[in-house]
């Protein structure tokens, strides 16, 4: 049984360009969460996906964008990179359908904005 | 708001000692509560969580976390440790979106 998986691994961009992560859910998952960890600091929530709509955000402005798929998979856009979005950006899965709280996490993409 | 405190950041312990981590939350109802370890530039493993029932909580990797409603807290133990415990761990509150601690990174000495 496949894990969450996210590609890429590692990212390397400049200041002002734009950015796509990509997150494909655990097998039987529907939600897709994604975060924002700093180094040294613990993960922050960006925002959740399910059946195709953000449900909750949390405090990242407008540059973060997502969407998720028919399949459940999802992508985070990041435009206009700054050098403070410098981070791992996590994805979690989990199944608001079965009424599944529990997150299970990816191996993260590291982004570095030079 | 939701939000968690975990008050030690960094614990050094000697392999085969027993290991304590503390969590305090701030939840409006009964919160949902998790405990997450990562290794170095690795995503998060769930140790264990607690929903309701039982304030003692068995997890994965000979881990337990004891529920304490009285003092918000919801800490981790594990009776002895191991070499590969070495790692960061966090304590999270919430359901669909989740708010981490700062972490604690544990260091075991051989």
């Known amino acids: 049984d496949a894990g969450v998986t996210q590609s890429p691994t590692h990212l390397i961009k400049t200041r002002g360009q734009q950015v796509t992560l990509r997150c494909s859910p655990k097998?039987?998952?529907?939600?897709v969460s994604w975060y924002q960890q700093a180094l040294g600091q613990g993960p922050q929530f960006i925002f959740q996906?399910?059946?195709?709509?953000?449900?909750q955000r949390g405090n990242f402005p407008d540059r973060f964008s997502g969407h998720q798929f028919p399949n459940y998979s999802s992508e985070l856009n990041v435009n206009a990179l700054l050098l403070g979005d410098s981070a791992l950006y996590l994805c979690?899965?989990?199944?608001?359908?079965?009424?599944?709280?529990?997150?299970?996490f990816g191996p993260g993409t590291r982004l570095l904005v030079l | 708001a939701q939000s968690v405190t975990q008050p030690d950041i960094h614990i050094t312990v000697s392999e085969g000692a027993s290991l304590e981590l503390r969590c305090n939350y701030s939840?409006?109802?009964?919160?949902?509560l998790f405990w997450y370890v990562q290794s170095p530039g690795q995503g998060l493993q769930l140790l264990l969580k607690?929903?309701?029932?039982?304030?003692l909580v068995q997890g994965i990797k000979g881990f337990e976390a004891e529920f304490k409603r009285s003092q918000s807290s919801f800490n981790l133990r594990k009776p002895s440790v191991h070499w590969s415990d070495a790692a960061e761990y966090f304590c999270?509150?919430?359901?669909?979106?989740?708010?981490f601690g700062a972490g604690t990174t544990v260091t075991v000495r051989a």
């Open positions: 999270a509150v919430g359901d669909y979106k989740l708010s």
């Open positions: 097998s039987g998952h529907d939600t």
């Open positions: 939840y409006g109802a009964t919160p949902y």
């Open positions: 979690a899965s989990s199944s608001r359908r079965l009424g599944g709280e529990t997150q299970y």
């Open positions: 607690y929903f309701s029932g039982d304030t």
């Open positions: 996906y399910y059946e195709e709509e953000e449900r």
